[in-house]
């Protein structure tokens, strides 16, 4: 007697996480239309939005198991929206073409940089794709995009407001700083703590220590205090965590040697 097979799956598009996924894209093309308008606190807070949705989209494929193919390119394309073109534009609008102000060829960096950001952002996407699932969970090679991203846009955040008295124009150089510095960390090979706990699959790699949840806690209670500029200085550490880390292994692998 033959067997009754089961129909086959279906090939079609799995709405909820997709949904997540385009909010986010739409947050940031909402972004740079909202640069593009001189609304940058709107336009930072944006990409913010997007990547709690990059967040969202991940656990929600995850949980419903409804991942698929379509969805990690989808959601991969939607990222280079949000966290490369989106905050390079914001950035250039509200600081970094300010640099004509000096002459033309600083004008053409200001661009050029902006540039920079975003294909490091492109290269930093393209290379996580390839190395999923051969790399240690527990860290990014590199600055994630979202992380970036975030170093970015509470910058911008945390000035456009014009609270502490400077404007975009006038910190031009410290964007540019900031901008190069967030795109080279993103194609380093500097390695980054991921926040996802032990690293050896399935439920634990989703895992954190105590302490972690503890400064979660701790982190959540601070940005309540002044939200832009907590934001501002804790990607500010995240990002420096990385060489950081890096230099204190130097350090240990010289001692050892000696």
Not at 45 to 62: K, S
Not at 173 to 180: H, S
Request: net charge positive; proline share 3%; charged share 15%.
């Amino acid at each position: 007697m033959d067997e009754i097979k089961p129909p086959p799956r279906s090939r079609g598009i799995y709405l909820l996480p997709n949904l997540f996924t385009t909010a986010g894209l739409f947050a940031g093309f909402y972004a740079i239309i909202a640069a593009a308008d001189g609304q940058f606190v709107n336009a930072a807070i944006a990409v913010f939005v997007a990547g709690l949705m990059d967040g969202i989209d991940g656990r929600v494929a995850r949980l419903t198991g409804t991942s698929s193919a379509f969805g990690v390119q989808y959601d991969s394309l939607a990222d280079l929206v949000s966290f490369g073109l989106a905050p390079a534009l914001v950035m250039y609008h509200w600081s970094l073409s300010a640099l004509k102000l000096d002459n033309a060829a600083m004008g053409r960096v200001g661009w050029a940089v902006a540039f920079l950001y975003a294909a490091c952002a492109a290269l930093r996407l393209a290379r996580f794709n390839t190395q999923v699932g051969t790399v240690d969970k527990r860290w990014f090679v590199g600055l994630a995009s979202p992380a970036a991203a975030g170093l970015m846009m509470s910058f911008v955040w945390a000035f456009a407001d014009g609270s502490l008295g400077w404007n975009g124009d006038e910190l031009r150089y410290v964007a540019l700083a900031v901008t190069i510095l967030a795109a080279l960390l993103m194609v380093s090979r500097i390695r980054f703590w991921s926040f996802k706990g032990s690293g050896e699959g399935g439920a634990r790699a989703d895992r954190v220590p105590f302490v972690g949840l503890f400064l979660v806690a701790v982190v959540i209670a601070i940005l309540f205090i002044d939200l832009p500029r907590v934001l501002f200085a804790v990607g500010v550490c995240y990002a420096l965590s990385g060489p950081g880390y890096w230099l204190w292994q130097r350090m240990r692998r010289g001692e050892a040697r000696a």
